[in-house]
């Protein structure tokens, strides 16, 4: 299985790290005997920066990722220079269409409404973006939901709901066992402190 | 307020996000008028690589970074080379004795234990290596707890602790309000799903 991260200028670090985290605990330690693997995508080569200014390697690009069977997609700022372009609209649709299970977090979601994915769906987002998720598409927006899963699409809430809705997709693609397995490895035991 | 994190090889690539997204998002959102500063400190120049892959270029290096005032110190197998070695403690006994606030994610606090700064104190780490804690010198350890807050040394649990720990520095160095607006810009309202 092949697990694409896709990293770009301006998304916000825990979008995508807090799935990595997830994702790649379980290729490592439940799932390598199934040829698990998680890699970063970025559109071109070259370093990427992130929203709070972590700077990235991205391991591959959209040319030479080749087939993935999940695509993780996080939000950010980033994301708001990405509604109206086409390009990324195609590359979305086609990894759809081929049959790549899409997975976003955060702002990400805007990025799927644009390119007419969620059309027809239920879908989430970041709170304060939940009435522009509505804007752009026939989508049916589900404030109150941590993740939305309708099967090809996944969209999660903001930011640190990408460390769930991965621990979700753990479950989904392998099992409730090696899902709670990661959740016990990440101590994923959250006390939030206010 | 300048507030760096520690990023070396090996280092689990939550342990330090976590609290990187939450500190950044307290300088950018709340802090940006007190001058509250995050930068990434590696020991030398060049490529980090995270133990679960992902490749970082540190924006300093231990030379160059200057005074901090903070310093969180992430976890991760590459923290096991880290035990004996005499340069890092000196490093991290000479930013104590600066008074910078020393703030271990994970294994991060078995490296503080070996350079002696845990003697006398209650610590934590993630629960596989709470026996070895305890191991490395006079050290109260505190298996139940998800972070432990010494004053001038803070250690927290596994990996996704770093999160709650960074709301609770957040608190003490800003205010609960502060950081009960960046839970809120984080949305960190965790629904673990399994």
Redesign the interface.
């Known amino acids: 299985m092949r697990i694409g991260v896709h990293v770009f200028d301006g998304a916000?670090?825990?979008d995508w790290?807090?799935p990595?985290?997830v994702l790649?605990?379980w290729a490592?330690h439940g799932g390598a005997d199934r040829g698990i693997e998680?890699l970063?995508v970025a559109r071109h080569e070259g370093?990427v920066t992130c929203a709070?200014?972590?700077?990235?390697?991205p391991?591959r690009t959209w040319a030479d990722v080749g087939a993935l069977d999940v695509l993780v997609y996080p939000g950010g700022r980033g994301t708001r220079q990405q509604l109206g372009d086409e390009t990324i609209h195609e590359w979305l649709r086609g990894l759809h269409a081929a049959g790549t299970l899409l997975v976003s977090v955060?702002t990400g979601s805007l990025v799927f409404a644009d390119a007419g994915l969620l059309d027809g769906r239920p879908a989430t987002t970041?709170?304060s973006t939940l009435e522009r998720l509505g804007e752009l598409g026939d989508v049916q927006v589900r404030p109150e939901e941590?993740?939305v899963d309708t099967g090809g699409i996944v969209t999660a809430?903001?930011?640190?709901?990408g460390?769930?809705v991965a621990?979700?997709l753990?479950?989904r693609l392998g099992s409730?066992d090696e899902?709670?397995d990661v959740?016990?490895?990440?101590?994923?035991?959250?006390?939030?402190?206010?």
């Open positions: 916000e670090e825990l790290v807090g990595w985290e790649a605990w490592q998680v970063s370093v709070k200014g972590v700077r990235v390697l391991d955060c970041h709170w941590r993740f809430a903001g930011v640190s709901a460390i769930d621990l979700h753990v479950a409730v899902a709670r959740r016990r490895g990440i101590q994923y035991d959250p006390k939030p402190p206010v």
